[in-house]
């Protein structure tokens, strides 16, 4: 079954540097997602991307993240200026079209900042 | 804003033992998703209920969605261990768009 695929699955980075987290969707899919979930709470929606657009953010989604999808099969999130709180697994997401229900993860990056 | 809660939020039971996850959110929302997820792995689709009413079952699993009393259920069926995961409901609180709101998780342990 196809996967979305996410590299590294654990970034270790000292506080103040830039971090990239790449993700390949699905090749067929037209949405992708960030979510995050710091260690033993809940997932939290990071931002949605559609036709080369940010979509939708959140709160959480401030002026040091940014996404991109730099050609046809990756999706990033920078993280420019790393805090200790960004320390979370970061999954990335897509799926087929809008009216497509199922979202599928990726197995996720492991963030630690230090 | 969509809350999304969940009950209880740790589990034991026995092998062979039926028991029932709640899941309640607090704005109408008629699209209600239950992921699975192992220690340090990803979220695992379980069941996605567009309707009022829908109800999907796999296996010993099986969820609802009532959408009038803003509750959902993940019954489970004569556990076995290999059930024993963290089990999340997420909420689309922007019709269609999966900007997913999930509950605070359900950990799942099945003992022999």
């Known amino acids: 079954e196809p996967e979305v695929t996410q590299t590294p699955s654990h970034q270790v980075t000292q506080m103040g540097q830039e971090v990239i987290l790449r993700c390949v969707p699905i090749s067929n899919h037209l949405y992708f997602y960030w979510y995050r979930q710091i260690l033993g709470q809940k997932v939290e929606f990071l931002v949605s991307f559609y036709n080369n657009e940010i979509s939708e953010k959140s709160e959480i989604f401030d002026d040091q993240f940014s996404v991109e999808r730099p050609d046809g099969s990756n999706f990033t999130l920078k993280i420019r200026s790393t805090k200790l709180e960004d320390s979370a697994m970061y999954f990335c997401?897509?799926?087929?079209?809008?009216?497509?229900?199922?979202?599928?993860f990726g197995s996720g990056t492991q963030l630690s900042v230090l | 804003e969509l809350k999304v809660e969940q009950n209880p939020l740790f589990l034991s039971m026995q092998e062979g033992k039926n028991y029932t996850i709640y899941c309640n959110y607090s704005t109408t929302s008629d699209r209600l998703y239950w992921y699975r997820q192992d220690p340090g792995k990803s979220l695992e689709s379980l069941f996605v209920l567009l309707s009022n009413g829908a109800v999907k079952q796999e296996g010993r699993l099986m969820a609802s969605l009532d959408t009038k009393a803003r509750l959902s259920t993940l019954h489970i069926t004569a556990a076995v261990h290999d059930l024993s995961a963290t089990y999340f409901c997420a909420v689309d609180g922007d019709r269609g768009a999966q900007k997913l709101v999930f509950g605070q998780g359900t950990r799942l342990t099945i003992n022999p």
């Open positions: 997401a897509s799926k087929k079209g809008h009216f497509n229900e199922k979202l599928f």
